[in-house]
């Protein structure tokens, strides 16, 4: 079965302090990957995805980036943090098959505390 | 501009009675549906999903219904649990090849034993 880790669960980090949120799938290949954040009170807003090794497609424009380095590896990075960053980073899994209706599984999620 | 939306932030039920949470979408190319389930602290479950081509789909306890023509779905679990306490959110999809999916801002269900 397939399995999908994050860390760290919590992370408190300093503005201006730089980010690496790691994720992790086992059990499948060639998955899509995804980020998400969820700000508080607020719903999921997707970041990154990607849909094989060095391809990644940004959503929405900010301090963040990611890379993919290996098949079923995907990291989440920023080089200087804001106080905005704060909030639920989850990171998700899909079959990433052509044809196949998307169904996205998520990780346990990293709280960061931006101060 | 939303394409998904809960209009319901929260709910409040009776255990064992029916819970009814609601979503609404703007965008006619969305042709696949999923709910999932948010505990705090923890990451989505995806629940149960729906196609188009379908107007209901049921797994145990939970189904979810979609009306294409009113743009509206919604997902029924009887009978409720407390352990249903949760926040829920609906999920869009357009179609086979689009690997994104939309979610709404969620609906917090507490269940009151």
Same mark, same amino acid.
């Given at each position: 079965?397939?399995?999908?880790?994050?860390?760290?669960?919590?992370? %408190?980090?300093? +503005? $201006?302090?730089?980010?690496?949120?790691?994720?992790?799938?086992?059990?499948?290949?060639?998955?899509?990957?995804?980020?998400?954040?969820?700000?508080?009170?607020?719903?999921?807003?997707?970041?990154?995805?990607? &849909?094989? &090794? #060095?391809?990644?497609?940004?959503? +929405?424009?900010?301090?963040?980036?990611?890379?993919?380095?290996? #098949?079923?590896?995907? &990291?989440?990075?920023?080089?200087?943090?804001?106080?905005? #960053?704060?909030?639920?980073?989850?990171?998700?899994?899909? +079959?990433?098959?052509?044809? %196949?209706?998307?169904?996205?599984?998520? $990780?346990?999620?990293?709280?960061?505390?931006?101060? | 501009?939303?394409?998904?939306?809960?209009?319901?932030?929260?709910?409040?039920?009776?255990?064992?009675?029916?819970?009814?949470?609601?979503?609404?979408?703007?965008?006619?190319?969305?042709?696949?549906?999923?709910?999932?389930?948010?505990?705090?602290?923890?990451?989505?479950?995806? /629940?149960?999903?729906?196609?188009?081509?379908?107007?209901?789909?049921?797994?145990?306890?939970?189904?979810? !219904?979609?009306?294409?023509?009113?743009?509206? /779905?919604? /997902?029924?679990?009887?009978?409720?649990?407390?352990?249903?306490?949760?926040?829920?959110?609906?999920?869009?999809?357009?179609?086979?090849?689009?690997?994104? /999916?939309? !979610?709404?801002?969620?609906?917090?269900?507490?269940?009151?034993?």
């Amino acid at each position: 079965s397939q399995t999908i880790h994050q860390w760290p669960a919590t992370l %408190v980090q300093p +503005v $201006g302090s730089p980010l690496s949120l790691e994720c992790t799938v086992e059990g499948t290949s060639n998955p899509n990957l995804y980020w998400y954040r969820q700000a508080a009170g607020r719903g999921l807003q997707l970041l990154f995805y990607s &849909i094989g &090794i #060095d391809q990644i497609s940004s959503e +929405v424009p900010q301090n963040l980036s990611a890379s993919r380095p290996q #098949d079923r590896q995907f &990291i989440l990075s920023s080089k200087k943090l804001l106080l905005s #960053d704060s909030g639920f980073y989850l990171c998700a899994w899909s +079959v990433g098959l052509a044809g %196949v209706r998307e169904t996205q599984y998520f $990780g346990p999620g990293t709280r960061l505390l931006v101060l | 501009d939303q394409q998904v939306k809960q209009n319901s932030p929260s709910l409040s039920v009776q255990e064992g009675r029916i819970s009814i949470l609601n979503c609404d979408y703007t965008n006619s190319m969305f042709d696949y549906f999923l709910w999932y389930k948010k505990y705090p602290a923890e990451g989505p479950t995806f /629940l149960i999903s729906i196609s188009s081509i379908k107007d209901k789909n049921e797994d145990g306890r939970f189904t979810v !219904f979609l009306n294409k023509s009113a743009k509206h /779905l919604s /997902l029924h679990i009887v009978p409720s649990q407390p352990g249903d306490s949760a926040v829920y959110f609906c999920a869009a999809n357009s179609g086979a090849g689009s690997y994104q /999916l939309t !979610f709404g801002k969620g609906t917090k269900l507490s269940v009151i034993p």
